[in-house]
């Protein structure tokens, strides 16, 4: 999928987002597993604000979705694309881990507990993670089923 597919795409479902916890955007196979990639009103209200909703680091870093979740390179060693683990561990504390943790995951009324209880699941079974690419990082959430998972984007980090 090109970048000008993406826009294209995020224009038909931008109007939807208001009115959900979150849209599909697409859906990659890879490995014999299906990622389908969704995106918040508050990732696209953030964006817009930073002047980054469907440029081209955006877009690039969407369609890194592409690269799936790898449960053996779980962890970005660095200089890599594709989606990976964010944890409280890791110290100190960096912009990403502020952005999903303390203003996301663990502040009521973010929306978090909205989207664990659209996908029917504990807010606790819900993986953060980051979608990298060269230019940003897409923060969110993961969600692995037995045959598929779903990966629902929540904010940006481009520092």
Known sequence: ????????????IEPAL?????VVV??????GRTLRVGVTDRLRRL???????KSPGFLTALKNAAYGFDEA???SLGGADGLFLLDRGFSPKNEMMRKLFDRYLDRPGS???VLAQALGVSLDRLLPVR?????????????R???AELLVLVDYDDS
Do not use: I, N, Y
């Not at 697409?26 to 490995?31: A, F, G, K, L, S």
């Open 1 to 12: 999928m090109d970048l000008d597919e993406l826009k294209a795409r995020l224009a038909v």
């Open 145 to 147: 089923g037995e045959d």
């Open 18 to 22: 208001a009115d959900a916890p979150f």
């Open 111 to 113: 929306g978090a507990q």
């Open 47 to 53: 964006a817009r604000r930073g002047r980054v909703w």
């Open 26 to 31: 697409h859906t990659h196979e890879r490995d």
């Open 131 to 143: 979608l990298v690419s060269h230019h940003m990082r897409l923060l969110g959430v993961l969600h």
């Open 73 to 75: 390179r779980s962890r």
